[in-house]
């Protein structure tokens, strides 16, 4: 976001960025802990186990996915050696969740029922497609991916995934255009 609220400046002064969540006079900052902090505020349908060893995986993978994940979008974001040297980490990135997060008969992360990092992952179900369209580059390869791809075909049939993605046609022409102006910037 190139051009910043005053609002979001006022609810978070220290990162200056999106998402925020305002909650009574409570203002909670950063994607994966506002998830957090709404499975502990309305625990009706929780997304971290009460197995202290399960969250500790589960927080594990969340981390690893938000440190690892720029990769995929500098694939996007970037060309030439660099974009190859993303492509490279990205695949690295997949091959260690699809060997080591995702168990042998799970049907997502979490289980039967979407996680926390489900959720942390869960911008890959459908914005990956994209990236890969846009840019030329099959990086979720089946073959190569089969349980990641389960995983995202699975994520993707639940009701409440399923009613809220965004439309295919729109976001493709809307990161077209985005990626057009990042790249001709200099």
């Not at 994607?31 to 500790?56: C, F, G, H, K």
Request: proline share 4%; charged share 25%.
């Amino acid at each position: 976001m190139s051009e910043k609220s005053s609002l979001l400046m006022k609810y978070n002064p220290i990162h200056k960025k999106v998402p925020v969540l305002i909650h009574g006079d409570k203002t909670i900052c950063e994607s994966m802990v506002i998830v957090e902090y709404i499975d502990d505020t309305w625990q009706l349908n929780p997304l971290l186990s009460t197995d202290p060893y399960y969250r500790a995986m589960a927080r594990f993978w969340v981390t690893y996915i938000e440190e690892k994940s720029n990769s995929t979008w500098n694939v996007f974001c970037n060309i030439g050696e660099e974009q190859q040297n993303a492509i490279k980490e990205s695949l690295e990135m997949f091959k260690t969740i699809e060997e080591n997060a995702l168990g042998e008969n799970n049907k997502l992360f979490g289980g039967e029922n979407i996680g926390i990092v489900d959720i942390a992952f869960g911008g890959y179900a459908h914005w990956l497609e994209i990236i890969e369209e846009i840019v030329g580059v099959k990086l979720l390869d089946p073959h190569n991916f089969p349980k990641l791809n389960k995983w995202i075909k699975n994520f993707k049939q639940v009701q409440a995934i399923k009613d809220n993605l965004p439309n295919h046609d729109e976001m493709l022409v809307y990161m077209k255009n985005a990626r057009e102006k990042m790249l001709a910037s200099p």
